[in-house]
């Protein structure tokens, strides 16, 4: 099985949210977080040719961005991955994925610091973060029996504009 984990694309900013008492979970992607998603898509589509499951966090920003890979595979379904949202705890992750384990490639599109400390947990069973995944950014995971703490092998870790640039 091939996990990607996702981070969503550039959204409104928090603290304007804040001060307008503006719930953060429905903080959308900006004009240009769009655009440079869609850009991103591409070259994760040449980075991963198929897709099996895409799942999304609840929130608004990491909706959109699932939107947007969908849409860069041809209109995939979206399933909602309530475990992917900010601040979840990392069981409730890897249950979920654990739950959805028989589709070959799964992407997960979230948060940080999240999708980075699952991504390092998987890696090497340590809770304490290793990598960073930048807004756009994703990594990919492999597994050759049921996920578990410290049995994934690190396939590839791209920045947003390493992926863009795949794209191009």
Do not use: N
């Not at 040719?49 to 041809?74: F, H, K």
């Not at 949202?85 to 959805?100: G, K, T, V």
């Amino acid at each position: 099985m091939e996990l990607v984990l996702i981070r969503h694309g550039i959204a409104e900013d928090r603290e304007a949210f804040a001060t307008a008492k503006r719930d953060d979970a429905l903080r959308a992607l900006t004009k240009q977080g769009r655009w440079k998603m869609e850009r991103v898509a591409k070259g994760l589509r040449r980075a991963v040719r198929s897709i099996d499951l895409l799942a999304s966090s609840p929130l608004v920003r990491a909706t959109e961005t699932a939107a947007i890979v969908s849409a860069a595979y041809g209109g995939l379904k979206v399933s909602g991955a309530p475990a992917f949202a900010p601040d979840s705890p990392i069981d409730a992750a890897l249950e979920w994925i654990r739950r959805h384990g028989s589709a070959p490639t799964m992407a997960v599109v979230g948060h940080e610091p999240s999708l980075s400390t699952l991504a390092t947990w998987l890696l090497t069973g340590s809770r304490e973060s290793r990598l960073m995944l930048r807004k756009g950014g994703a990594c990919a995971i492999e597994f050759t029996a049921p996920p578990r703490a410290g049995e994934g092998q690190l396939l590839w870790l791209l920045t947003p504009a390493q992926l863009r640039r795949l794209g191009d």
